[in-house]
């Protein structure tokens, strides 16, 4: 009797990428399913991500991008997770770094060696071992030299990381909206503190100018921790629902098109805070389900794949110039959001959502209780 050969692992992959595109088109507007059970996704928070990333994309190819779009970022990530934590219950600290680990990890890693290639077509200097081996380890946040080297823009993963290590400490003592606020203020004011110790620091590291000085101050997760802390007090806010979601959502509307208008573009990130709390606003109106209009399948779909987007679009724009044929305002347009968002959703397939589902599956494990004769009897039954 002849015994039909199983699929070769790479035919496997690219099976499981198709499998996955319909259900991810599903899965903007639907429930999921965790562990068997249905999860309710919020589409207004995957907005948020589509949001942040069209607006890093827009200020990286210099056109008039929106204040602060990687602090919108974090303002997501702290509501989602404070969302996470809820419905996980008391899962532990540890199947969350699990979840987490899986989550972030796998892109990143895959992201180093597409940027040492691409450094060396374009003759750039490349990341030498010690940039890459702490990109690797994630603690390329410690030396000015180390940040963004390996990786373009990863300070801003370094702080989700290091925001993450944090987040079971402080989500279990930020129990309501009066401890959210002191969350707040107790994280700007250690910011405060550090920023000029921060500053020194990276004069001590060699770092001569002034302006890296401080731009190693402003990359730094203390700095960043009150946009997390304000997407924190966001989630309780909606645990609540005590202010008029509309008004408040237009209030942040009107006051980011005014941090715009007022700031020049190279001075954008200045009011940062203000334009998070803005942010803050608007996701608030979209958590009680007012400014709709602003929640869209393209939008999702795009803040679905943002997290691979974020490192594509700086391969995208720094390659664009080899394309034959393409230039100026077309290339800036069209092709490069284009190519970005191609991309980013075949590694979404195919690197992210299966890393996501075997971190899910290994803190599914840790938390199944040990094999008793009750449980046996149960398995029998």
């Known amino acids: ?58 200020t990286h190819l210099g056109l008039l991008g929106p204040p602060a779009p990687v602090q919108l970022f974090f303002l997501a990530s702290g509501i989602a997770l404070m969302y996470s934590y809820e419905s996980h219950g008391s899962s532990g600290a540890n199947q969350f770094y699990v979840r987490r680990f899986f989550r972030i990890a796998p892109m990143f890693w895959a992201s180093i060696p597409i940027f040492y290639v691409t450094d060396l ?11 890459i081996v702490s990109a690797v380890t994630f603690t390329h946040w410690l030396k000015p030299q180390w940040n963004n080297s390996a990786v373009p823009g990863s300070w801003s993963i370094a702080c989700e990381v290091l925001f993450y290590l944090f987040f079971p400490f402080v989500a279990a003592r930020v129990a309501n909206i009066r401890q959210g606020i002191g969350l707040v203020v107790a994280s700007v004011a250690l910011a405060a503190c550090l920023w000029p110790i921060l500053v020194l620091y990276a004069d001590w590291m060699g770092v001569a100018d002034i302006r890296r000085q401080h731009s190693f101050a402003f990359y730094s997760f203390s700095t960043q921790a009150p946009c997390f802390a304000i997407g924190i007090v966001v989630f309780r806010l909606l645990d609540k629902k005590r202010p008029n979601g509309l008004t408040v959502g237009l209030f942040g509307a009107v006051a980011i098109v005014a941090l715009w208008w007022l700031f020049p573009p190279e001075h ?8 998070t709390a803005a942010y803050g606003a608007i996701a608030y109106a979209l958590g009680n ?5 602003l929640v869209t399948r393209p939008i999702c779909w795009i803040g679905l794949v943002s997290y691979s987007a974020y490192f594509w679009h700086f391969v995208v724009i720094n390659l664009s ?20 968002l191609a991309l980013s959703t075949l590694t979404y397939l195919a690197v992210e959502r299966p890393m996501m ?4 599956r290994l803190a599914s494990a840790t938390t199944r209780p040990p094999p008793g004769p ?6 029998a039954g």
């Open 357 to 360: 589902r075997v971190g899910a």
């Open 289 to 293: 389900g007012k400014l709709g209009i």
């Open 268 to 275: 954008r990130d200045r009011p940062f805070l203000v334009s």
């Open 374 to 379: 009750s449980n046996q009897m149960k398995v």
């Open 121 to 131: 077509i374009r003759a750039e200097p490349t990341a030498d071992i010690a940039q």
């Open 1 to 58: 009797m002849a015994v039909k050969s199983a699929a070769k692992p790479p035919v496997a992959w690219i099976r499981g990428i198709f499998r996955d595109l319909p259900a991810m088109c599903v899965s903007l507007h639907g429930p999921q399913t965790r562990g068997g059970k249905s999860v309710k996704r919020f589409d207004w928070i995957d907005a948020l991500r589509g949001y942040a990333i069209i607006g890093v994309v827009i």
């Open 321 to 340: 110039g080899y394309l034959p044929g393409v230039g100026g305002i077309e290339r800036t347009v069209l092709v490069i959001p284009a190519v970005t």
